[in-house]
């Protein structure tokens, strides 16, 4: 089981460009999250998934927008991107809310 | 609003030498907490899930303790080894939100 991957590992856009970070599980997982990591702050909740078709938002939401394509696959999009949210993206996954979360290696995205 | 505080922000021990990491936060109504590992420029793993239930959790020489009177945990680590050094991320799952809270970690270096 290659567990839970992201593409792209890295990636630098310009201020106002949009991009998709994609996320998959193989875990047959019911529930799957979107988190950033920025330094002293801790991870941070940005949308989550609790189950096949449904979204609801975190923390964090602004600036973001998720679609759970299906019960492996859960994408976060950047529609206008800033310098803000430069920032290390990770998804997780579980197979219910109260049981421990997966992570992927993250994505670290550089916003100019 | 559930808040995670983990201190120190940084430690750096002999090698050999048995040691405490702490976790405190502040609503006791949770479900669980969590320790995971994080390596540099990687993703998050999960070391210990401590149910509400539970007083505590070994896996090998990890050992965590939760007491939720008193909203504290700390993940004991035995006879350190370089191969420790990474942060140490606590996560507490509130009983009221789907989603984890966490601590900004502590950075653990173990000197040969």
């Known amino acids: 089981n290659a567990g839970v991957t992201q593409t792209p590992k890295f990636q630098v856009l310009k201020t106002g460009q949009s991009m998709t970070l994609q996320c998959a599980q193989d875990m047959n997982h019911n529930s799957m999250y979107w988190y950033r990591q920025d330094p002293g702050m801790g991870l941070r909740l940005i949308y989550y998934s609790a189950s096949e078709g449904t979204t609801d938002k975190g923390e964090v939401p602004n600036g973001y927008n998720v679609s759970r394509l299906n019960k492996r696959e859960f994408s976060l999009r950047l529609e206008s991107a800033a310098p803000s949210q430069t920032s290390v993206y990770f998804c997780?996954?579980?197979?219910?809310?109260?049981?421990?979360?997966?992570f992927g290696p993250g994505t670290r995205l550089l916003v100019l | 609003k559930q808040e995670v505080t983990q201190i120190p922000a940084a430690l750096s021990v002999p090698e050999g030498e048995n040691l405490v990491l702490n976790c405190s936060f502040t609503?006791?109504?949770?479900?669980?907490l969590q320790w995971f590992r994080q390596d540099p420029g990687k993703g998050l793993t999960s070391l210990l899930l401590i149910q509400s239930s539970q007083r505590e959790q070994t896996s090998g020489r990890l050992n965590a303790s939760l007491d939720k009177s008193s909203g504290r945990s700390t993940l004991y680590i035995a006879a350190s080894q370089p191969g420790d050094s990474a942060t140490y991320l606590c996560?507490?799952?509130?009983?009221?939100?789907?989603?984890?809270?966490f601590g900004s970690g502590t950075q653990l270096t173990v000197l040969p």
């Open positions: 997780a996954s579980t197979r219910t809310s109260v049981e421990t979360q997966y």
């Open positions: 996560a507490v799952k509130s009983g009221s939100a789907r989603q984890l809270t």
């Open positions: 609503d006791s109504a949770i479900y669980n």
